[in-house]
Structures are given as C-alpha cells and as structure tokens.
C-alpha cells in the first residue's frame, strides 16, 4: 500500500513539474523576432538563438487559390523544432507538419477548409521523398506521385474526380521517361505520347472515345517529323501531312 502511495506521490510530481514546463515555454509574436541570414531565428534585442513558440507565423500560399496561413511554430535554437499547426483566416486547420533540425520530417497534411485532406507530402532530411497525394474537396485522390530525395522518380498518376485514371506518366531522376497514357472518363486510352530524356520522342498516338485510332504523330526531339496521319472512326485515312524538324513540308 506505502509503494502504491509513493508511486502516485512520484507521478503527480512528474505531471505538475511537465504541465509547468508545457506553461512556461516561451511565446513570441512574429514581429518581435527577425531571421538572420544563415536561417536562425532570434527574438530582437537578443543574441542567443530563439528557443520556443513564434505566434502570427504567416506563410504564403503555396499554390493559385491558397490563403495566406498563419499559426504557432516550435523553435529551438533558432531553427524549427517539433510539431506545427498553420490556420486558415477563419481559425479552421489547414497544415500539420513535424519538425526536426529546421527540415521537415514525415509526412505534411494540408487540409481543406472544409476539413478534408488536400495534400499529404511525405519528406524525409527536409527533401520531399516517398509517395505524395493531393486530394479532390470530395476526398477522392486527384494525383499520387513519388519523389527521391526531392525529384520525381516513378510512376505519377491522375485520376478524375469519380477515381477514375485520367493519366500515368514515369519519371526518372526528375524526368518523363517511356510512354504518357491518357484517358478518357469511361475508361477508354485517349493519348499515347512517347518520352525519352524529357522530350517526346517517337510514335505518338491519340484515339477516340469508343477507342478507335484517331491520330498518329511522329516527333524527333520534342518536334513533328516525318507523316502525320488522320483516321475517322471507321479507320479510314482522311489525311496525311509531312514534316521535318517541326516545319510541315508542302
């Protein structure tokens, strides 16, 4: 019984010396703090590197349509250190993210306003790094795609709105590689477009929606050369035309 009361004296020790700690951590509002120019975040007035949270942090839309969010970062030392929240206008959530060493670590979730998933980015040493997805309002996944080390690398797809695949293309060390396939929203191939090193290169293909050939492309370097040939849907040639470096000869 005297162990059981020692060990509950010893635990509410440790909670109330934790909740004091949790209090006491330092609270700063943005403009009271400036970031020199190797990256390190001190509060003005100050020399020692900042250690705790940084109120009113404002970051800029990161893409057409984005608010301008705001919330309270960890600090420590002078860099970001630990879990972070950013905020809509509104007060709603819009970003988690983990910290370590001032590089993000794990996986970022940005959110809608509404509360659904937008983005799940998942980086590691601070480089975008793993497979990452960015989601319709309806939650259905709008494109997956996998960096290494920051650069794309492996088959990104898109789907429609209904899940549906809209287009998958292949990257290698940043770049399109292999054939580009596009579809139409029942199903149907609409696109083959060949790559090579990034450029389109070879046989390109695109169809109509019951999946008859509707017109061959050959590309040299990223431009038309050689014939062009259009078919109707009986797939019968309606017309064929002839270049050379991307000029039409007549």
């Known amino acids: 019984m005297l162990k059981r009361v020692v060990m509950l004296i010893v635990l509410g020790l440790f909670l109330a010396v934790s909740a004091l700690s949790f209090s006491a951590e ?3 509002k943005l403009e009271n703090a400036y970031v020199d120019d190797k990256g390190i975040v001190y509060v003005i007035g100050e020399k020692a590197p ?3 949270i940084v109120e009113n942090y404002k970051v800029p839309p990161i893409s057409e349509g984005d608010s301008v969010l ?6 420590k030392n002078g860099v970001m250190e630990g879990y972070s929240k950013l905020y809509y206008p509104s007060g ?5 993210a983990t910290f370590k060493n001032g590089k993000v670590e794990g996986i970022q979730k940005d959110y809608y306003e509404n509360g659904k998933i937008k983005r799940e980015i998942s980086h590691k040493n601070g480089l975008v790094d793993g497979v990452s997805k960015l989601y319709y309002p309806n939650g259905k996944v709008q494109n997956e795609i996998t960096h290494k080390k920051g ?16 287009a998958e ?12 396939k596009d579809y139409y ?15 389109v290169d070879g046989l390109a293909k695109v169809y109509y929606p019951t999946g008859k050939l509707m017109l061959e492309e050959n590309y040299k370097n990223d431009q038309l050369d050689e014939i062009v040939k259009r078919y109707d849907e009986s ?6 035309e002839f270049y050379k470096n991307g000029n039409k000869i007549k």
């Open 26 to 28: 330092r609270v700063v």
């Open 92 to 96: 709603k959530l819009a970003s988690v």
């Open 50 to 52: 900042f250690t705790g």
């Open 151 to 166: 650069i794309p690398d492996g088959v990104s797809k898109t789907y429609y709105e209904n899940g549906k695949l809209l």
């Open 235 to 240: 797939g019968k040639i309606i017309s064929e």
């Open 169 to 180: 293309v292949t990257y290698k060390n940043g770049i399109e590689v292999g054939i580009q």
């Open 70 to 75: 705001e919330g309270k970062i960890p600090f």
């Open 185 to 199: 929203e029942n199903g149907k191939l609409k696109v083959e477009l060949p790559y090579k090193n990034g450029v």
